[in-house]
């Protein structure tokens, strides 16, 4: 049995805010001091900072369960655009069925699992709202906004020792820009044009630096959710404050006039049982760019940013002793059709086979981890020359009281302590309570 440890232990994000690790750096001599940063286990894993309250998770991250009632972890990796896969296995859930048996045993818990976005609520199971895609484990069913629908054959559930397969399939973020901007021509776009690395997001991240229990975060706002899609949850006609049904009174699509009600198109999500695919329960995912997704109001604070994180997380659900192994890759329990021949060789000239663009490819979600690290250094470095600029090539609130020197190849300031803070500053102390 894996040791157990509670999510209390790590700040959790709540109350309109999220959180990532950070360090102190002395490389970074600006306004800022200080750098995101990954904490062991260095790989992909659930989240200990995206995770509910009263969630056990073991110290890989890559076990989880629960003895309250549903509640959900996400993955410290997203995706934004092309096609990936992960796996779930249940290990602990409805006991397999025995052809000896006249009776069946109790379930020992419950396991949800699919794909979720930053608004997902964390204390309820995947498909409770708008914002997550989810897999039930009774009859394995599919559910959206809380409402399951048959999708697996009739019989069919999810055991323990089950494996379930996880395929997304996003749009290029070019085409997703054009869907949310409202430039998109279903008679003109009739297929992805892939500029991957072409046009590329304009990511802003408001943040600052707390402490908690002896660690260093940032402290960002979160996206809120949206009242078109709370009141899309809604099954009666609800007049909104625009003077019409929910949602404009149509239903969700790429032209629709609400940009939060827009839908991706390309876009989907395959279901695989052990190996074997099930079949493709979600299409037309909800689109996650700004002015998809919003940031909670708050005093000061800008609006309609993209800070890099926005997209769909792997997501697990557990419910009263339900248990579950997650298993982001490269091996795989059951490795789909399409990702073992996944390689970046050229294609032979003369093959009869068009070439495969890089979103066309089947990847893990574990390749997509080491890309996340790489955006986050860059993020830190384009941010770090933004406030150098700002401040004039002065740094800080220190800048008056010493004078800039460079030692060792590293610029650091009178004043400064030898981790890269100010002595001067403090920093905001975080205090959350267990629920």
């Not at 009739?190 to 002896?214: S, Y």
């Not at 650091?412 to 102390?429: P, T, Y």
Request: hydrophobic letters at 30%; charged letters at 25%.
């Amino acid at each position: 049995m894996p040791i157990t440890i509670l999510t209390g232990y790590s700040v959790y994000n709540k109350k309109n805010f999220h959180y990532t690790h950070c360090i102190a750096d002395p490389a970074f001599p600006s306004s800022l001091y200080y750098r995101q940063s990954e904490t062991e286990p260095f790989e992909p894993r659930l989240n200990f900072e995206d995770t509910s309250t009263h969630m056990f998770l073991d110290e890989s991250g890559k076990h989880i369960t629960t003895d309250k009632g549903f509640r959900m972890a996400k993955a410290n990796v997203g995706v934004r655009q092309g096609r990936w896969y992960w796996e779930c296995k249940v290990t602990s859930g409805i006991p397999k069925r025995k052809r000896s048996e006249t009776h069946e045993e109790s379930p020992r818990g419950h396991v949800r699992m699919g794909w979720a976005r930053r608004e997902a609520t964390l204390d309820a199971p995947v498909g409770f709202d708008a914002y997550s895609y989810g897999l039930r484990d009774v009859a394995g069913q599919k559910v959206y906004m809380s409402r399951p629908k048959d999708f697996f054959p009739t019989g069919e559930d999810i055991r323990e020792g089950d494996v379930i397969g996880l395929e997304i399939n996003l749009p290029s973020e070019s085409l997703h820009r054009k869907v949310v901007e409202g430039h998109y021509n279903p008679a003109v776009d009739l297929a992805d044009d892939e500029n991957i690395g072409i046009e590329t997001a304009d990511i802003i991240r408001d943040r600052v630096p707390i402490r908690f229990k002896a660690h260093l975060y940032f402290e960002q706002i979160e996206y809120s959710p949206s009242k078109e899609l709370e009141e899309l949850m809604n099954p009666s006609p609800v007049i909104s404050s625009t003077g019409g049904l929910a949602g404009g009174g149509q239903e969700p699509g790429p032209t629709h006039p609400y940009p939060s009600l827009r839908t991706l198109p390309h876009s989907s999500i395959k279901i695989y049982k052990n190996g074997e695919l099930i079949g493709t329960p979600f299409k037309d995912l909800l689109a996650f760019l700004p002015p998809a997704s919003k940031p909670v109001a708050q005093v000061g604070a800008r609006d309609g940013l993209d800070d890099g994180m926005l997209g769909y997380y792997p997501a697990v659900s557990v419910f009263r002793g339900g248990a579950a192994e997650v298993n982001f890759g490269p091996d795989f329990w059951y490795p789909p059709p399409g990702l073992e021949n996944n390689d970046d060789e050229v294609d032979m000239i003369g093959s009869d086979q068009p070439p495969v663009s890089k979103l066309q490819k089947l990847r893990a979600v574990s390749e997509r981890y080491s890309e996340q690290i790489v955006e986050d250094i860059v993020y830190d470095i384009v941010d770090e020359v933004d406030f150098w600029m700002q401040d004039g090539g002065v740094s800080g609130k220190g800048a008056t009281n010493g004078v800039l020197r460079s030692t060792g190849g590293v610029t650091v300031q009178d004043g400064m302590l030898a981790g890269g803070v100010l002595g001067s500053e403090e920093i905001k102390e975080l205090v959350q309570d267990d629920e």
